[in-house]
Structure formats: structure tokens, C-alpha cells
């Protein structure tokens, strides 16, 4: 029988699987079919991003990887320890902001690049990719909850703990 952690660990590991796969799978889908597709809303426009958000630091992509490494790790060390402490909407915006981290660190080791694809035609803004969607949804919803939480002593105590 599975522990009550073994079971938090066991959900957030196939969440985060599962939203890697609908980054990945969404990106080849959109990419190979739609590219250069007006949609209203938003454009199918393919681009090689060498660098980070806003294109920061396009030539310096091994820092980017080490960066991006770090701060999984981190996020995983900090989700294993604390994951009994965790709701079910910390495991699920936690496996989104890790499954982004994990996409969009994959294809910066295989490739050298980040797959970029939707252009926002309603405002000027740079061409972004799901994996992006997923880290800022995911780090908006977890901070907020940090933030307006119920039990806001608990939560910074859990944070605290992390320095000492």
C-alpha cells in the first residue's frame, strides 16, 4: 500500500508526464500543420529562440541550461520535501510549472533552441510557446497562493525552513 507522500509523488509525477506530452505533442501538431495560420486571436509563426524570455542571453545557452537546471532542481527538491504539506492545486500548478521547465530545458539541450510558435496578434509581444504558458501559469497561481493563503504562517514557515 502506498504512503499518502508516495501517492502525492506518484500524482504529480504523472501530471507533470502528461503535460510534457501535451507540450510536446501540441508544439510538433501546431508546428507541422498550421504554421503561418492566422487564427484571429493569435498566429502559428515558428521561430528558433536561442535565448531566453525576450530573447535575453540568445548567446549564452549553456548558462541558460545550467539556470534552468538549477531552478528544476531546486523546484523538485522543494516539492519532494514539502509535498505532504501540498493540495491537490499545489500538485497539479506545480507539475505545470515543472513540466515547462523540464519542455523547454529538453529542447534547449537537444536542439540548442526553444521552439517558439504563437505571435498574439491583438497586442505586440514576443512569440511564446506552450511550455511558457505552462511556467507562468503555474509560478502566478503558486506564488498567489503563497501569498493570499488561508494559512499564510504555515506557508512561510515551509519557506523559512529551506534557508536554515
Known amino acids: 500500500m ?4 508516495q501517492k502525492k509523488i506518484l500524482l504529480f509525477s504523472l501530471l507533470t508526464f502528461i503535460f510534457a506530452v501535451i507540450s510536446l505533442l501540441l508544439r510538433d501538431l501546431l508546428i507541422s ?7 484571429k486571436l493569435f498566429t502559428i509563426d515558428y521561430i528558433k529562440n536561442y535565448g531566453a524570455a525576450f530573447s535575453l542571453f ?19 527538491f522543494y516539492i519532494y520535501k514539502f509535498i505532504c504539506e ?15 521547465i523540464i519542455c523547454n530545458l ?30 507562468s501559469i503555474g ?17 512561510w514557515n515551509i519557506y523559512l525552513s529551506l534557508i536554515h
Not at 33 to 39: E, K, S
Not at 107 to 113: M, Y
Not at 139 to 155: R, T
Open 86 to 100: 501540498f493540495s491537490r492545486s499545489d500538485l497539479f500548478f506545480s507539475a505545470l510549472l515543472c513540466a515547462g
Open 33 to 39: 500543420n498550421c504554421n503561418n495560420t492566422d487564427f
Open 139 to 155: 509560478a502566478f497561481v503558486l506564488i498567489c497562493n503563497i501569498l493570499f493563503s488561508n494559512e499564510p504562517q504555515q506557508n
Open 106 to 135: 529538453s529542447e534547449r539541450i537537444i536542439d540548442g533552441f526553444v521552439t517558439d510558435y504563437i505571435r498574439l496578434n491583438f497586442v505586440v509581444f514576443p512569440i511564446f510557446n506552450i511550455s511558457d504558458m505552462f511556467i
Open 58 to 76: 540568445h548567446t549564452h545557452t549553456s548558462f541558460l541550461i545550467v539556470v534552468s537546471s538549477a531552478i528544476l532542481l531546486l523546484a523538485l
Open 2 to 5: 502506498l504512503s499518502a507522500k
